[in-house]
């Protein structure tokens, strides 16, 4: 890297908003590391006419043990020195089926919660390690680490408990790392950041579901009957607009509809 450039990892990116946000970060300057289940070949392209540095890695993140040695490595390999800032985005999630927890497959609540919880916050761990490494060594660019959250994550919903759980228990884990930052010299900012409501595949599902089994199925429907859903593409950019606020990380626990 013969400039300085801003390292953005993303988690997710192969579909819906995380895939919004990967193609609005293919920009110069800009070293983007996607970590999602598929390679996305059109993506790859963009960034070649982009002119941006784009790696993309293929990582199961319901059993993330390779991925987290795997990031924590390259990110030791890199020359810190040629970079501004380095930013973690945990947007990868999955929706178990929508039913009470009684009738919840166990290894789709697993899967829910490896991929919503676990990951993030190995993945979390790994990044803080290799940058604080930096730090120590007297690197002085700004890391953050963002977390995608939900609204269902501070507000219970009956037939979403695996889902609910994972996410607040990522706004949780959020709350006490940016605690532990905040006593170190250059910490990291740390935001949990719910994104409204959007038109993705999950929104689907939630359409989809059965109404015996799921009470606020007619919300979501309407939601979409009204026309309230953002686009994958409209949500990613209010995202990335928060990374870029100059407050980020003095509110740990955000949500877009609340920016001013």
């Known amino acids: ?22 193609r609005q970060l293919l920009r110069p300057g800009h070293l983007l590391l996607c970590l999602s289940r598929h390679l996305n070949d059109e993506l790859a392209h963009e960034a070649r006419a982009a002119g941006a540095h784009l790696e ?37 999630g999955l929706l178990p089926a929508i039913v009470p927890l009684q009738d919840c497959p166990a290894d789709e609540l697993v899967l829910a919660l490896r991929v919503g919880l676990e990951a993030p916050m190995l993945l979390s761990g790994a990044f803080l390690r290799a940058t604080q490494a930096w730090v120590d060594a007297g690197w002085q660019g ?6 995608i959250s939900s609204g269902l994550g501070r507000r219970a919903m009956a037939s979403q408990s695996p889902y609910c759980a994972a996410k607040a228990g990522l706004d949780h884990f959020s709350r006490c790392v940016a605690l532990e930052q905040a006593q170190r010299p250059h910490g990291a900012k740390v935001v949990a950041l719910a994104p409204g409501v959007i038109a993705t ?43 870029d606020r100059p407050d980020f990380g003095q509110d740990v626990i955000a949500d877009v509809r609340d920016a001013s």
């Open 201 to 243: 595949g999950m929104q689907v599902q939630l359409r989809a579901a059965d109404p015996q089994g799921f009470p606020d199925r007619a919300r979501f429907v309407g939601l979409h009957e009204q026309g309230l859903l953002a686009s994958p593409e409209q949500a990613a950019a209010q995202v990335l607009a928060w990374l």
């Open 1 to 22: 890297m013969n400039s300085p450039q801003d390292l953005t990892i993303l988690t997710g990116a192969s579909r819906g908003m995380g895939l919004a946000m990967a």
């Open 142 to 147: 700004e890391r953050k680490l963002l977390n």
């Open 56 to 92: 993309q890695w293929s990582e199961d993140l319901s059993d993330a043990g390779e991925a987290v040695e795997r990031l924590e490595r390259w990110l030791h390999s890199l020359h810190a020195p040629a970079l501004n800032s380095a930013t973690l985005i945990n947007n990868a």
